[in-house]
């Protein structure tokens, strides 16, 4: 994962440097410090699937091209085999698989993902992006939190929520895999 991590922090890099925009504008546009946008851009964290969307957005560029370095060139389907989608981690052991990363222009980004275990008194860290997200539990419980609004998911729940808002979950019985869908 760290390889990975590398060189999708060097085409951002690049990508930004080519248009011209500050690493202090992306971090504003991201809404992090530009402390922490440094640690994303030279690799030394995993830059989490929301941000990344974001950073995508602003570049210009399909989500695809920053996690593969390919562009997107599938305009009618594309067919991502189980366990094939290009991934980044967001915390230690947190997940996410991009279902979409081959699909050109895609109005919203598909994710498997996949959470492990947390301590029953972990906090559940929160954060906020654009747009509206949709959740559907595959595997394990997870308990989700919006704003301070908790809810306990199994197999077959959903969610939809404005993600926006402060949001975080946990799994809470064992691994947990869900397929979050994000709005762009």
Known sequence: MRE????????????REDMGISAAEMAGHVRI??????RY???????????????????NVDLGLLLTGDTPKMSLF??????TGPGVERRKGYRYENLAAPFKGAKFEPFVVSLPEAAPDAPIPQNAHPGQEFNYMLQGRMLLKIREN???LGPGDSVIFDASKPHGMKA???????LAIITV
Do not use: H, W
């Not at 410090?33 to 440094?38: D, I, V």
């Open 78 to 83: 594309a067919v991502t085999r189980a366990g």
């Open 4 to 15: 990975n991590a590398r060189d999708i922090a060097q085409r951002i890099k690049g990508l």
């Open 33 to 38: 410090s530009p402390e922490q946008y440094a």
């Open 150 to 152: 908790e809810f306990e």
């Open 172 to 178: 809470v019985s064992g691994p947990v895999k869900f």
């Open 41 to 59: 851009e030279s690799a030394a964290e995993d830059i989490p699937a929301s941000e990344l969307s974001e950073v995508a957005t602003r570049l």
